[in-house]
């Protein structure tokens, strides 16, 4: 049975979980697009909704010392996140803001040890910079005690309550640890700039902890740093992986890591400085948002997989249950998973990818394929649950999807091999992932198309432009259209940051004209579907209308999707269905 594209939609499923102080109820994100706050009683199953906002709820942390929690929305996709304060045990349903200025974004950092003030990164006095504030909660009192430049967040308090931990983001490898002491304002820069994730004080106030790949690590290993003595030493890490999560039981006994193997997941449980075996059972998939219970006796968690929802898990004496499970919407049986799979890119470099089949009877010249192409361009696909890959899939088209070089998970020096002028080899990858498409014995190598989101966008209208021979069809959601343009106009917070992965306007401008496809839109053959949300404040909507424009001008096939009210991706329950249909159509039409 084949369904309706917009069945796809529903789908819902659950992150973010945190355990109540009792431990007896998890805290968790739930919805198919639009995520609200939730409880669950652990024993029982039974659960209720917290939060009821017709917008996206996109962060979830509880109190240190009661079961109050913080929760992030903003309006629209704009990304101006104002925090909001929910008391489940409070009778009278509703939250209270914490901010309330949605022309900046409040990037939320971290409770105070005693819960009566909380730390967040705001845009307020420019747009351009964040600066740290310090916020009372019971009377909303707050106070300026840094002033930053361009992205700064907020990791933690020291358990004492003094100091805070933050992170001055420059770009992918250029990050600045700093503590802040709150009441002098005195900064001091610990170690020299790497890539920091997961940043937290030990507990006993002296260490911090953090994912780093600082002393020239290809991989990101969970570390120990000395603000004092400047040492660094070594706590857990994986040969040829990044440790790309962790967390400590309250009472130091246990370590929980998250290994990122080619993309899988791969959770470990254990004594701090003993054996950690791997933690059995879970979906072959990705695993995350690691969180301890009070006690320490049990470990909240995400986990995925390419035929399974993202669902709740519960980790107790060695052994990891599933806590709640979405209630299937389609019949799971027809999902399809996922292969890891790698080919040879001009230069012999290996470059890996994911692929499946439709579970459809071969069509005599072979499967239409589509390949779909990360954002970022540092981020990773990964073998989790995609609704709109299986909708492609249910509808008989094979999919790949490929992790170029550029793309996170395999080594640093994977990681910065597309920056600036080596821009275009990560197309070229694209490129030789299809002749590996094409070869393949069930696909019809005359009937392959390309899409990709934000950055990924991109990838597809250089692809189109570079290779026009090679694709049939290409969908572009908000992709950039030029280099220069996009600097000018995304978010003034943004711009020194993706500057450094992109290269900067002037000193780059014969670089950006010749890697910028709105430049070369004549050489585009295949019919191309542009959809773009008009509040993105990352990729602004003048660089898909500039696409359009070209194309247009040139009387090449273009269809133009504009989404109203929709940021940098389409969350609404309208704009997915709307989106999912036009898809399935657009490929229908040119790759059937």
Request: proline fraction near 6%; include cysteine; charge should be negative.
């Amino acid at each position: 049975m084949t369904h309706e594209p917009e069945a796809f939609v529903s789908i819902g499923g659950a992150v973010a979980p945190v355990f109540s102080r009792d431990g007896q109820t998890l805290f968790h994100l739930r919805g198919s697009s639009l995520p609200q706050v939730w409880a669950l009683d652990i024993a029982t199953g039974a659960d209720r909704q917290l939060s009821f906002h017709d917008e996206k709820v996109a962060l979830l942390r509880r109190s240190p010392l009661d079961d109050r929690l913080i929760y992030g929305v903003d309006r629209g996709g704009d990304e101006r996140q104002q925090l909001l304060l929910l008391d489940p045990r409070d009778p009278t349903p509703g939250a209270r803001k914490l901010t309330d200025n949605p022309a900046v974004i409040h990037d939320f950092g971290a409770w105070s040890p005693d819960a009566t003030r909380i730390a967040y990164a705001a845009n307020e006095r420019d747009e351009a910079h964040f600066d740290v504030y310090v916020q009372d909660i019971a009377s909303g009192a707050r106070q300026c005690v840094y002033q930053g430049h361009n992205m700064v967040s907020v990791s933690g308090f020291r358990s004492d309550g003094a100091k805070l931990a933050l992170l001055h983001d420059r770009g992918f490898a250029d990050t600045s640890l700093l503590l802040l002491d709150v009441a002098s304002g005195d900064v001091q820069t610990v170690g020299s700039p790497s890539n920091f994730q997961s940043v937290r004080w030990s507990s006993d106030g002296r260490t911090l902890l953090a994912l780093t790949d600082h002393g020239g690590s290809e991989f990101l290993r969970l570390c120990r740093l000395d603000p004092d003595s400047g040492d660094i030493s070594v706590i857990s890490e994986a040969a040829g992986r990044n440790v790309e999560g962790w967390s400590i039981s309250s009472d130091a006994r246990l370590l929980a890591t998250i290994e990122n193997d080619r993309g899988y997941g791969v959770l470990r449980v254990g004594p701090i400085d003993g054996d950690r075996p791997v933690v059995t059972g879970l979906p072959r998939g990705v695993v995350g948002d690691l969180s301890w219970s009070a006690d320490g006796s049990a470990l909240a968690f995400s986990a995925a997989a390419p035929t399974i929802p993202p669902s709740l898990w519960v980790w107790r004496d060695g052994a990891a249950r599933a806590a709640w499970q979405p209630e299937p919407q389609l019949d799971p049986a027809g999902f399809v998973d996922l292969e890891l799979v790698s080919w040879h890119s001009f230069d012999g470099i290996r470059v890996p990818g994911w692929f499946a089949l439709p579970r459809s009877p071969r069509p005599p010249g072979g499967y239409p394929a589509i390949m779909w192409v990360h954002g970022g361009p540092v981020s990773q696909t990964r073998p989790n649950f995609r609704p709109d890959i299986q909708m492609l899939l249910e509808r008989g088209f094979a999919v790949l999807l490929p992790n170029v070089r550029g793309s996170t998970g395999y080594g640093r020096s994977y990681t910065v091999a597309d920056d600036v002028e080596r821009r275009l080899d990560s197309v070229s990858d694209l490129a030789h992932g299809r002749q590996w498409l094409a070869a393949h014995p069930a696909i019809d190598g005359d009937r392959i198309g390309i899409m990709g989101q934000s950055y990924g966008g991109f990838m597809v209208m250089s692809a189109i432009t570079e290779h026009p021979d090679l694709w049939r069809a290409a969908v572009n959601y908000y992709g950039i259209a030029d280099f220069t343009t996009l600097l000018g106009s995304t978010g003034a917070w943004r711009r020194g940051h993706r500057a450094a992965e992109y290269g900067d306007p002037e000193r780059d401008a014969d670089l950006f004209a010749r890697i910028s496809p709105i430049y070369r839109v004549d050489r585009i053959r295949a019919p191309v579907l542009i959809a773009h949300g008009t509040r993105d404040p990352r990729v602004p909507l003048g660089e898909s209308e500039q696409f359009v424009a070209a194309l247009q001008e040139r009387q090449k096939k273009v269809v133009f999707e504009a989404f109203d009210y929709a940021g940098h991706g389409f969350v609404r329950p309208d704009d997915r269905r709307r989106i999912y249909r036009a898809v399935a159509d657009f490929f229908a039409a040119h790759l059937n």
